[in-house]
């Protein structure tokens, strides 16, 4: 069984910073990507940026020069940091692990942790 820690969500006044984090606990062999992904109400959960066990990124253009995804491969974390926050940037934050190997001879499953709220003041 696996599950995904995250910490770190709250208020901020807009130009301020955050930083989230998001453990991936249980019996893991290998993660693929590991990212974050935010939702607000009504609308899909969009990606925001991800991170491969290689170090490749990729980021939504709207945070592209404000946001830092970091990963830790050996302790499967992964760190988004957020500066200079846009009320726009108001949302629940969603870590995400994909494809991930509990066993050497099984399939991969995806998970997802159950989100931090992120609230950006005007």
């Known amino acids: 069984q696996v599950r995904l820690v995250e910490s770190g969500g709250g208020l901020v006044q807009a130009g301020g910073s955050l930083t989230l984090s998001c453990a991936a606990r249980?019996?893991?062999?290998?993660?693929?990507?590991m990212g974050w992904y935010r939702q607000t109400p009504g609308k899909q959960r969009d990606l925001v940026a991800t991170?491969?066990?290689?170090?490749?990124?990729n980021y939504a253009d709207s945070v592209k020069g404000r946001f830092t995804i970091s990963r830790d491969n050996a302790k499967n974390t992964v760190n988004l940091q957020m500066n200079n926050l846009k009320p726009d940037d108001t949302a629940v934050y969603y870590c995400?692990?994909?494809?991930?190997?509990?066993?050497?001879?099984?399939?991969?499953?995806?998970?997802w942790g159950q989100g931090t709220q992120v609230t950006v003041s005007s």
């Open positions: 991170i491969t066990g290689a170090g490749s990124t």
């Open positions: 995400n692990a994909d494809r991930v190997y509990t066993t050497w001879s099984g399939s991969p499953r995806t998970y």
């Open positions: 249980g019996s893991i062999v290998s993660v693929n990507a």
